[in-house]
Nanobody, 121 residues
Framework: QVQLVESGGGLVQPGGSLRLSCVAS????????MGWYRQAPGKERELVAT???????NYADSVKGRFTISSDNAKKTLSLQMNSLKLEDTAVFYC???????????????WGQGTQVTVSS
């Protein structure tokens, strides 16, 4: 059983900052990648940023230069520093991780329950 728990969402004014965190727990042999997706009302879930165990990072164009993703595989944690937040960043943010639960198991994606980020004046 694997669990991902996000924290750090909330209400912030445009131009403000928030830091999201995610902790993975349970039966984890290795983590191949972790990342953040978001889903705004009436829209599909979209990628925000991802980081692989090898340190490769990918950002959505809409957040480049404003958001910074970081991970600590040893601690099984993931963070997203969000600066210069805009109204259009309002969404539920979901943490995900591609995890191998056993040495010979196939990696699978696991998701957190989501945390609300609201940018409003």
């Amino acid at each position: 059983q694997v669990q991902l728990v996000e924290s750090g969402g909330g209400l912030v004014q445009p131009g403000g900052s928030l830091r999201l965190s995610c902790v993975a727990s349970g039966t984890i042999f290795s983590i191949n990648a972790m990342g953040w997706y978001r889903q705004a009302p009436g829209k599909e879930r979209e990628l925000v940023a991802t980081v692989t165990s090898g340190g490769m990072i990918n950002y959505a164009d809409s957040v480049k230069g404003r958001f910074t993703i970081s991970s600590d595989n040893a601690k099984k944690t993931l963070s997203l520093q969000m600066n210069s937040l805009k109204l259009e960043d309002t969404a539920v943010f979901y943490c995900y991780a591609t995890i191998r639960t056993r040495m010979r198991s196939t990696p699978a994606d696991y998701w957190g329950q989501g945390t609300q980020v609201t940018v409003s004046s």
